[in-house]
């Protein structure tokens, strides 16, 4: 005890890390126990290779080759859509591997897939005549066409990051409810709308104007057309973010119906299931919405750690608002196998921050005993995520990790350990590790 008999005050990791991300990943890898002699040799075989940075593994930590869930996820077949692979069908969900998302402009085939109840049947008709009202706190309550708002108000087309608010979740222990995301819940494809506030403004927002509710057509996965698939909401001051569509193009072309066609919301760098898909319309409110997949756990985080694996039913829960900093490594697959003698390695990813911009990004093949710095682009706009590329050296062949991780504008850096364990597993943006294989096999 102290002197002065106050007792002393333990902090967690997520406390730590928020005032010092460098300590905190200290604490949490310490350097202890690091594979030595007949220890390393094991671990070599293990993986199938000598693992030239052996002696720098933290102790305790299982080799990214190793550490794969029981099965491989079954890979999507659909027409036009990429090898995704599937996490669940009922509603489907479906995530992007990280070597499909190189490409600047995420393609409509590529684009993740995270619906919530059943997928409307593809639209017949004019899509120009589909409605879409505004309503609630307003003067004038609007039911407009898709004509009508092409006609009325200026389209856009921005770059814009939209992301799973479960991105990552695989990376909690113990683990949590909901798919088991990896990195690939993400996307950043272009797409050409009218700006929300737009249309909020020519329904005239009344003094109270303060929140949004979304609302959707799709079926409720029981089938009752009583119930929302899903029906989320927002401050209105991310409403009338400039960056904030009611979006009718995907990279120039119509919407295709499993995103959401023919009209979506797109809200950047918040969670994706604001980003209500087959859109008939806006509720403008003075209270939070309370549709479904709002309040309680659901899309929501705590303001104080909880113990990891108990029971919280969200009450001192906040919203989520902008996603984490987090990067994906689009250059080489986890498990890539490379020539005998490879010992330069050009690597390419992306990085972004939700509402923020990224200011560094690193990357590590000695088990993060150093870090190298990436070259790093800048976004095409706000809310677009940004590349970052640069080469590392190996030193022989063996087994090899590359850790990567994304630093943003304020200086919060992703790091080793999912932070700030929550049920429903939201939020979690651990430093990635993908193994490499050099000479090997």
């Not at 066409?145 to 200026?154: C, H, K």
């Not at 904030?244 to 994706?272: C, D, E, F, Q, Y």
């Not at 196998?337 to 000695?366: C, F, N, Y």
């Amino acid at each position: 005890m102290p002197s002065g008999g106050a007792p002393r005050q333990e902090r967690s990791l997520h406390e730590i890390h928020a005032d010092d991300p460098e300590r905190a990943d200290a604490l949490a890898w310490g350097r202890r126990g690091m594979l030595r002699g007949a220890a390393l040799a094991a671990m070599g075989a293990a993986v199938g290779a000598a693992i030239p940075f052996g002696r720098q593994m933290p102790g305790g930590l299982l080799p990214a080759a190793l550490a794969q869930p029981a099965g491989a996820p079954a890979i999507l077949r659909m027409d036009g859509k990429g090898a995704l692979l599937i996490l669940g069908d009922r509603p489907l969900v479906a995530e992007t591997p990280e070597t499909l998302l190189d490409d600047d402009v995420t393609t409509a085939e590529a684009f993740f897939i995270r619906n919530n109840g059943q997928t409307p049947e593809p639209l017949t008709g004019d899509p120009r005549a589909w409605k879409l009202r505004i309503d609630g706190e307003v003067a004038t309550p609007l039911d407009l066409t898709l004509g009508e708002i092409e006609a009325r108000f200026p389209l856009v087309t921005r770059r814009l990051q939209l992301e799973c608010g479960g991105n990552g979740r695989a990376a909690f222990v113990p683990e949590t409810r909901g798919n088991q995301w990896g990195n690939g819940a993400i996307a950043c494809a272009e797409w050409t709308g009218v700006r929300l506030r737009d249309l909020i403004a020519a329904a005239g927002p009344g003094a109270e104007a303060r929140f949004t509710g979304h609302f959707g057509a799709d079926p409720h996965l029981s089938g009752d057309p009583n119930r929302q698939a899903i029906s989320r909401g927002m401050p209105i001051a991310k409403a009338r973010d400039e960056d904030t569509l009611v979006a009718l193009r995907l990279n120039g072309r119509p919407i295709p119906t499993i995103h959401g066609a023919p009209v979506r919301l797109v809200v950047p760098g918040w969670p994706g299931s604001l980003s209500q898909k087959w859109l008939n319309r806006i509720l403008i409110r003075k209270d939070p919405h309370d549709g479904q997949g709002m309040g309680g756990t659901s899309y929501r985080l705590p303001v104080r750690p909880v113990v990891p694996g108990s029971r919280n039913d969200g009450r001192d829960f906040a919203d989520m608002q902008s996603m984490p900093v987090r990067s994906v490594l689009t250059s080489h697959a986890h498990g890539a196998r490379l020539p005998a003698g490879t010992r330069a390695l050009a690597l390419r990813g992306k990085a972004w921050a939700g509402d923020l911009t990224v200011r560094e990004q690193h990357v590590s093949v000695d088990f993060g005993r150093s870090w190298q710095r990436m070259d790093l682009r800048d976004p095409a706009n706000p809310h677009a995520w940004q590349s970052w590329s640069g080469t590392v050296t190996l030193p022989s062949d063996g087994y090899f990790e590359i850790w990567y991780r994304a630093t943003d504008s304020t200086g919060a850096m992703q790091p080793h350990a999912a932070p700030n364990w929550n049920p429903q597993g939201y939020g979690a943006n651990a430093i990635s590790r993908a193994a490499i294989l050099v000479g090997a096999g």
